[in-house]
């Protein structure tokens, strides 16, 4: 189920709480607990509903600017019924946490074995440990390019650096990949000696989505945080070549969703 990053910021404030749907069958069910940018976003309702019946205050706990503006939302797909899902925010990402905790020796002998686990379920042989040595070794590269350096298809690699996700050893990127501490620890481990590496960005990292030229453009401009593009007014970053009006707006939700805002606008 996608969500608009407006709508999600929304609903970890509290001001929204429902979305509409045209399916031909529910693609979510009660309890459902759907990762996004915010955090985890839990379905609390799924019901059908008549269009003609939505009220206001529908529209109002939905986001929508008005009864109309919903109505028409709805408009596509006509045979498909519409669906009233109750959303609540449930949290932060476990995985951020994960990400952060370092393993001590007992953790690292099990992590050690799921990708031991990874690796034998693996039907083109081992690959956890070349993966996260080589998104240690080449940062924010591009998926693509990352993938053609060990000879693989893009979208397998992809599925793969998920699996490494879900155990909290990497992190995705608005291009690229990065090992958490978690996953820097678990490389370490399997080394002579640690690994010397460029000090971690702090900050929250540039969002996904904003597109791979806004995100180059802003690198080559220095600003590969959130924090540090919050110093630039819109107009100084519409001057840059590849920032366009999708990508600013999406860095302008982005903030909103930290409680910032670009300089000029707070």
């Known amino acids: 189920m996608m969500i608009r990053p407006a709508e999600l910021a929304a609903i970890k404030a ?3 709480d429902l979305a509409f749907r045209r399916w031909a069958r529910p693609r ?5 607990r759907m ?3 915010v955090g985890l976003v839990e379905v609390t309702s799924v019901e059908q509903v008549s269009v003609s019946g939505l009220r206001a205050e529908d529209a109002r ?5 008005s009864l109309t503006a919903l109505k028409e939302a ?8 519409a669906w009233r899902i109750g959303l609540a925010y449930a949290g932060p ?7 952060a905790a370092v393993p001590d020796a007992d953790e690292l002998v099990a992590i050690q074995a799921r990708l031991d686990r990874l690796d034998a379920a693996s039907a083109h042989g081992p690959w956890t440990r070349e993966t996260l040595d080589l998104i240690d070794l080449h940062p924010t590269v591009r998926a693509p390019d990352l993938a053609a350096r060990v000879g693989r298809e893009t979208a397998d690699f992809k599925k793969d650096v998920r699996k490494l996700k879900e155990l909290g050893l990497t992190e995705s990127l608005a291009i690229g990949y990065l090992l958490s501490p978690r996953g820097e620890a678990v490389v370490d481990a399997g080394l002579p000696e640690p690994r010397v590496r ?4 702090e900050g929250r990292p540039l969002p996904r989505g904003i597109g791979a030229p806004a995100t180059r453009a802003l690198r080559e401009a220095g600003l590969t945080t959130l924090e540090q593009v919050a110093t630039r007014t819109e107009a100084d ?3 840059m070549h590849g920032v366009g009006p999708i990508a600013i707006a999406r860095l302008r939700e982005a903030l909103a969703e930290q409680g910032g805002a670009l300089a000029g606008q707070g």
Do not use: K, M, Y
């Not at 706990?61 to 600017?65: H, N, S």
């Not at 596509?76 to 019924?81: L, S």
């Not at 990402?93 to 990400?99: F, I």
């Open 14 to 16: 509290g001001t929204v």
């Open 28 to 32: 979510v069910v009660v309890g459902t």
């Open 35 to 37: 990762r996004t940018a």
């Open 61 to 65: 706990r939905a986001g929508a600017p």
């Open 74 to 81: 709805l408009a596509a797909r006509p045979d498909d019924p």
């Open 93 to 99: 990402d476990p995985r951020e946490a994960l990400r």
């Open 198 to 201: 460029a000090p971690r960005q």
């Open 237 to 239: 970053l519409a001057a």
